[in-house]
């Protein structure tokens, strides 16, 4: 066995599914995955509620509401003069190439859309990656900086090395399945919260072990 397969199932029988991303719609989903940016999910959840509360969390809604309404919205997202520039350009694309449809979205091929979302402005490797795997069920792994962090502390691969090196790693060793890239991203996140974190409790780690 592999030693990413190893992790997973280390992480999994210590901590059990994470049900994650939360989010009623693929559509929410994306939503959030562009405002987390730079903020915890609480923060993100408030933002998201006051959309829900206007009755705007939709395409064609967010697309003619004025800037400064939106900000006033997302406000609880932190950063949110820069993320309502971000949401909107994420709405332009999805108008423009998609009518609004997320589900039009999610007929495209994977590697395609995935080009496509990194060239909208303000819109990452790990935001794109999350939009398609957790709002678009598509295979393929989320890097964030836990995963870089628990990675690198087992000397598996170095922190430093770039976002498509570490999505190598995945992609050539495990099985592209969406449901166990899911799961493993969510639970790399609840190990850097609990225990892999700046100062490690590597003493009582699922992982003390491998």
Request: proline share 4%; aromatic share 10%; glycine share 4%.
């Amino acid at each position: 066995m592999n030693i990413l397969k190893k992790i997973y199932k280390a992480l999994y029988h210590a901590f059990g599914p994470q049900h994650w991303w939360p989010g009623d719609t693929p559509f929410e989903i994306a939503v959030g995955a562009i405002l987390t940016q730079n903020t915890n999910w609480g923060n993100v959840e408030k933002a998201i509620n006051n959309l829900k509360k206007e009755k705007a969390l939709n395409a064609k809604t967010i697309r003619e509401m004025p800037v400064n309404r939106l900000a006033a919205l997302i406000r609880p997202a932190g950063y949110f003069n820069i993320k309502v520039k971000r949401l909107k350009a994420f709405i332009d694309f999805l108008m423009n190439d998609y009518n609004g449809s997320m589900s039009k979205m999610k007929n495209e091929d994977m590697y395609t859309l995935r080009k496509k979302l990194l060239s909208v402005n303000g819109i990452g490797h790990e935001t794109a990656d999350s939009i398609l795997l957790y709002a678009l069920d598509k295979p393929i792994f989320v890097i964030d900086a836990y995963t870089k962090r628990v990675l690198s502390r087992h000397g598996i691969m170095d922190h430093d090395k770039s976002y498509e090196r570490f999505h190598e790693l995945f992609h050539s060793t495990l099985k592209k399945d969406v449901h166990m890239f899911n799961e493993y991203h969510a639970l790399f996140v609840r190990l850097g919260k609990v225990y892999c974190k700046t100062r490690p409790l590597c003493e009582k780690c699922p992982l003390e072990r491998i």
